[in-house]
């Protein structure tokens, strides 16, 4: 589906019927009862802070992305997403049709207290954590590997999942004390498989899938559900595959371009962030389109 973007970022979503139940980095969440109305808006944070201006059309590429990933995923676990979800929300948002691109109506279910990581190669907080340690982590790897390298296999790398400030890295062995063994293993096992979907598809299209978060809840009888977004340039490592060299940091199709242009500023990385150039917007918006329309065929 081609998509039409705004010039101009919605920073925040007003004038809806339905209370506000929170308000995240990202996305706003209003109460539908059993059910869950999640709008991404455009703001953009990098290093746990909100950045003054936002991205205009990221909500939409990312909820895009999104649902398109949600309807490869439930080939492997349910998820979070209504039954004729497109036509629900058409309906709910008819007076307000430039909140439906970037909307999704879901199950209320009870969140995971974890985020589900999974690595594919030594990047990020993992090339740090190795560079000081020689693991990943739990997970001890061959010697001398390089930034960028690709892991002997996928590994499992779970964290804690913070209201406020940084998710913090856990074991293996603490994930399945917090959520139960069993109720671990079926975490990890869905996450390894989503990513390695994830990964097959990206590699079809050019793109290495170096990382990326899952998130997952659980109904009133306990089962589970992928919910949360899935897959997208915010919560995903993605490189250009025609780029990519062993040994350094990678040109990317998510937030890290935003990321290294905040590094060469003398910005401490607390509240206010630095206001984003037009050049950095309009690269930013690239490397979400790009992604959007390699993954999804667009």
Request: hydrophobic share 35%; with cysteine.
């Given at each position: 589906m081609k998509l039409n973007l705004p010039s101009e970022s919605l920073m925040s979503v007003e004038g809806l019927p339905f209370k506000m139940l929170s308000k995240g980095k990202v996305r706003e969440n209003f109460d539908l009862g059993d059910e869950l109305l999640i709008i991404a808006t455009d703001r953009i944070s990098a290093f746990d802070v909100v950045m003054p201006n936002g991205i205009p059309g990221k909500g939409i590429l990312l909820t895009q992305i999104s649902l398109w990933w949600f309807e490869q995923a439930a080939k492997i676990m349910p998820t979070h997403l209504v039954q004729n979800h497109a036509e629900r929300v058409s309906e709910l948002l008819k007076d307000r049709p430039v909140l439906?691109?970037?909307?999704?109506?879901?199950?209320?279910?009870?969140?995971?207290?974890?985020?589900?990581?999974?690595?594919?190669?030594?990047?990020?907080?993992?090339?740090?954590e190795y560079k000081q340690t020689g693991k990943l982590f739990d997970f001890t790897l061959p010697e001398g590997m390089k930034e960028s390298q690709k892991l002997p296999e996928a590994l499992f790398t779970p964290t804690t999942k913070a209201a406020e400030g940084h998710d913090m890295p856990i074991t293996n062995d603490e994930c399945s004390k917090i959520l139960g063994s069993e109720i671990f293993g079926q975490i990890r096992n869905a996450s390894l498989k989503l990513y390695e979907m994830g990964a097959k598809r990206a590699g079809e299209c050019g793109i290495i899938l170096a990382d990326t978060k899952f998130e997952f809840g659980t109904d009133n009888s306990g089962k589970i559900y992928l919910i949360d977004e899935v897959l997208t340039p915010d919560s995903s490592r993605y490189w250009p595959a025609d780029k990519y060299e062993i040994g350094k940091?990678?040109?990317?199709?998510?937030?890290?371009?935003?990321?290294?242009?905040?590094?060469?500023?003398?910005?401490?990385?607390?509240?206010p962030g630095p206001v984003l150039p037009p050049e950095v917007v309009a690269n930013t918006i690239k490397c979400y389109s790009t992604a959007y329309d390699k993954l999804t065929g667009a």
């Amino acid at each position: 589906m081609k998509l039409n973007l705004p010039s101009e970022s919605l920073m925040s979503v007003e004038g809806l019927p339905f209370k506000m139940l929170s308000k995240g980095k990202v996305r706003e969440n209003f109460d539908l009862g059993d059910e869950l109305l999640i709008i991404a808006t455009d703001r953009i944070s990098a290093f746990d802070v909100v950045m003054p201006n936002g991205i205009p059309g990221k909500g939409i590429l990312l909820t895009q992305i999104s649902l398109w990933w949600f309807e490869q995923a439930a080939k492997i676990m349910p998820t979070h997403l209504v039954q004729n979800h497109a036509e629900r929300v058409s309906e709910l948002l008819k007076d307000r049709p430039v909140l439906i691109g970037r909307s999704i109506i879901v199950k209320n279910l009870k969140p995971m207290p974890i985020e589900a990581i999974v690595r594919g190669y030594l990047a990020g907080s993992g090339w740090k954590e190795y560079k000081q340690t020689g693991k990943l982590f739990d997970f001890t790897l061959p010697e001398g590997m390089k930034e960028s390298q690709k892991l002997p296999e996928a590994l499992f790398t779970p964290t804690t999942k913070a209201a406020e400030g940084h998710d913090m890295p856990i074991t293996n062995d603490e994930c399945s004390k917090i959520l139960g063994s069993e109720i671990f293993g079926q975490i990890r096992n869905a996450s390894l498989k989503l990513y390695e979907m994830g990964a097959k598809r990206a590699g079809e299209c050019g793109i290495i899938l170096a990382d990326t978060k899952f998130e997952f809840g659980t109904d009133n009888s306990g089962k589970i559900y992928l919910i949360d977004e899935v897959l997208t340039p915010d919560s995903s490592r993605y490189w250009p595959a025609d780029k990519y060299e062993i040994g350094k940091s990678q040109p990317s199709y998510d937030k890290q371009y935003v990321r290294d242009w905040l590094e060469t500023l003398d910005w401490d990385k607390t509240y206010p962030g630095p206001v984003l150039p037009p050049e950095v917007v309009a690269n930013t918006i690239k490397c979400y389109s790009t992604a959007y329309d390699k993954l999804t065929g667009a």
